[in-house]
């Protein structure tokens, strides 16, 4: 197999796509594939309106169909529905080459955040975006249920993994906070609810790693909270592993990869009864899930953490990515 992979999401960009993505292409050889990918790095760009660390790619239908003629793939995966992903279903469209797609980000609800569009005319457009696909993956059971109900179909799972020798609980605490450290990591943008965790009356310190176009009001709005800005590897790690609870206020995420970060690194959860939260913690023992996120946080305090460590080992990008390869394979032997 020879696929190419078509993101708008990418490098230096770190969200969950771009992990996701970056993890296939390392299982990859173990799957007999070889993964070209079609990114932001190839074309000019612009930053996003009223985000501007999104940088949107100047590029067209001809230009993605010379590349694929030059890439000569098996297989194609849309992994975005951004100007790349649109320009390359437009591109298969013409051809008549078959690919299968995925669906990361809830954007009507981020749209809607942001903008007057009602979220009903953004469903409408992803529907039909994804409509031509041989199938469209998605990361939970509860996202397929949803997904469903709104009239998308061809839908395959595809869950994610966790890299468990680099998140681990260790004995060291690298914050010097008063505890109980409550945590949230990801990004700091408006569809991330993070009002709800930072107005909570909670007892230590709450700690946002991350960086977005929400951070410097929030860091004005609650200075008691401690802003680390973005982080990475070993220094990301060790900080999971300084807090006793992760916080996840999210209402729109379709999974969360944090939250296997966080489970791996022997942190309880505290979020809301949501998609994402829902279908990871399920019945655990490893999360507190209520709409009161202040008495989730306080709850996930007593949880056991090589309880949440365990259960965050289930999780694997191997796992991951034989799901992967393997929903391309039988959408393609479907034709």
């Known amino acids: 197999m020879r696929l190419l992979i078509a993101s708008d999401a990418w490098r230096p960009k770190v969200n969950g796509v771009v992990r996701s993505l970056e993890h296939m292409a390392e299982e990859a050889p173990r799957f007999g594939a070889e993964i070209v990918f079609l990114t932001p790095e190839r074309f000019r760009s612009f930053p996003m309106p009223t985000y501007p660390e999104i940088r949107l790619s100047l590029v067209g239908q001809a230009s993605i169909a010379r590349l694929m003629e030059e890439i000569a793939p098996t297989h194609v995966h849309i992994a975005t529905e951004g100007p790349i992903g649109l320009a390359t279903r437009l591109a298969c469209a013409r051809e008549g080459r078959a690919f299968t797609t995925s669906y990361h980000t809830r954007f009507p609800e981020y749209v809607a955040a942001r903008t007057r569009i009602p979220e009903a005319w953004s469903y409408g457009a992803l529907k039909r975006f994804h409509r031509a696909a041989r ?141 994402g939260p829902l279908d990871v913690i399920g019945a655990s023992g490893c999360g507190i899930l209520d709409w009161n996120l202040r008495q989730a946080a306080l709850e996930a305090l007593a949880l056991p953490k090589d309880r949440c460590r365990a259960y965050g080992e289930t999780f694997t990008w191997h796992e991951s990515a034989r799901q992967f390869f393997s929903n391309i394979e039988k959408a393609h032997a479907a034709m």
């Open 135 to 275: 199938a469209m993956m998605v990361s939970t059971p509860s996202l397929e249920r949803e997904l469903t109900g709104r009239g998308f179909g061809n839908i395959m799972r595809w869950t994610r993994g966790v890299d468990t020798t680099l998140f681990r609980p260790r004995k060291e605490r690298v914050m010097d906070a008063a505890s109980p450290i409550f945590l949230y990591v990801g990004r700091v943008a408006v569809e991330k609810n993070l009002d709800a965790f930072l107005s909570l009356d909670l007892p230590g310190t709450k700690v946002i790693v991350g960086d977005g176009p929400a951070r410097g009001e929030l860091e004005r709005r609650y200075p008691q909270a401690r802003f680390l800005g973005a982080l990475a590897g070993e220094d990301l790690a060790r900080v999971y592993a300084s807090a006793d609870v992760f916080v996840f206020p999210s209402l729109t995420d379709t999974f969360g990869i944090v939250l296997l970060e966080a489970l791996a690194s022997g942190l309880p959860i505290a979020a809301f009864p949501v998609t």
